[in-house]
C-alpha cells in the first residue's frame, strides 16, 4: 500500500471537511447576527441557539486546520523490519484491520484499493498500545467489551 498516496488522500479528506465547517460556521454566525433572529422576549432564544451552534462549528474547523497543517508537515519514511511504531506508520494487523498512525484526526477512514485504512493517534487507546510495538508483538484489542489478542503483521 502506498503511504504517500494514503497521505494524500488523508489531506484531502481534511482540505473538503474544513471547506465544509468554514461554510457552515459562516452560514449560521450569519443567521446568529441576522436581524430577523432578535429575541422577541426572554423565551426566544433562536439567535442565542444559533450563536451556540456556530462557536461549535468554527472550533470543529480550527481544529481540522490544525490536523490538516500537521498531515501536510508529516514527514513519511519507510519503517524497518523490526523499527519500532510511531507517527507516520502503516499498521497491520492479523486480519484485514489497517491503521496509519497520524497526529491527528483519529477516526477518519480511508478507502484506498479497496482496503478500508483508519486514522489512529498515539493518543488514543489503540494507538498507545501500538506506538514502540514491533511487528510479530501483540496487543490486546477491546472488541465490545471483550479484551482479544491480535499479532501485528506488518509495520509500514
Do not use: C, W
Not at 55 to 79: I, P
Not at 110 to 122: A, F, K, Q
Request: hydrophobic fraction near 40%; proline fraction near 4%; charge should be negative.
Amino acid at each position: 500500500m502506498n503511504k504517500r498516496e494514503l497521505l494524500g488522500l488523508v489531506v484531502a479528506r481534511l482540505q473538503s471537511e474544513l471547506e465544509l465547517l468554514t461554510t457552515a460556521a459562516l452560514a449560521t454566525h450569519a443567521e446568529a447576527t441576522d436581524e430577523e433572529n432578535k429575541a422577541e422576549d426572554k423565551y426566544d432564544t433562536r439567535g442565542l441557539e444559533a450563536s451556540y451552534l456556530a462557536h461549535g462549528q468554527s472550533k470543529a474547523a480550527e481544529e481540522t486546520a490544525l490536523a490538516l497543517t500537521q498531515f501536510q508537515a508529516l514527514a513519511l519514511r519507510d519503517f524497518a523490519a523490526g523499527e519500532p511504531i510511531g507517527l507516520g506508520a502503516l499498521v497491520a494487523l492479523e486480519g484485514p484491520a489497517r491503521y496509519f498512525m497520524g497526529p491527528r484526526a483519529g477516526g477518519t477512514e480511508i478507502e484506498l484499493n479497496g482496503t478500508t485504512v483508519l486514522v489512529i493517534t498515539p493518543q488514543s487507546p489503540l494507538g498507545r498500545q501500538l506506538l514502540g510495538r514491533k511487528q510479530g508483538d501483540t496487543v490486546e484489542l477491546d472488541l465490545g467489551g471483550k479484551r482479544a489478542p491480535a499479532r501485528i503483521a506488518s509495520v509500514a
